[in-house]
Nanobody, 115 residues
């Protein structure tokens, strides 16, 4: 069964750091772009960062300079390093992966940043 498994969320104080991981398990086809999205309570899901298979990255303006996305193609895993976290970064973080047959989504991992 093909699925994306996220880990690394949690509770952190403002100014702290977290590292999220997302492994694509059971994938046998090529994975193209991968990305991280987040959804805060009462808000729409928004793009946080994305990365192509070749390593080109794209970030939301609100996280530029604080977050870093990377991937390990051999492990079918994408990472999100989050530094200088702010309360407004709180939300459920979802990873996704573009494969030949469509777009996959993970189940989400909660990130809570307290004052």
């Amino acid at each position: 069964q093909v699925q994306l498994v996220e880990s690394g969320g949690g509770l952190v104080q403002a100014g702290g750091s977290l590292r999220l991981s997302c492994e694509a398990a059971g994938i046998i086809s090529r994975i193209n772009a991968m990305g991280w999205y987040r959804q805060a309570p009462g808000k729409q899901r928004e793009l946080v960062a994305s990365i192509t298979r070749g390593g080109s990255t794209n970030y939301a303006d609100s996280v530029k300079g604080r977050f870093s996305i990377s991937r390990d193609n051999a492990k079918n895993t994408v990472y999100l390093e989050m530094n200088s976290l702010k309360p407004e970064d709180t939300g459920v973080y979802y990873c996704n992966a573009a494969i030949l047959t469509g777009l996959l989504w993970g189940q989400g991992t909660q990130v809570t940043v307290s004052l």
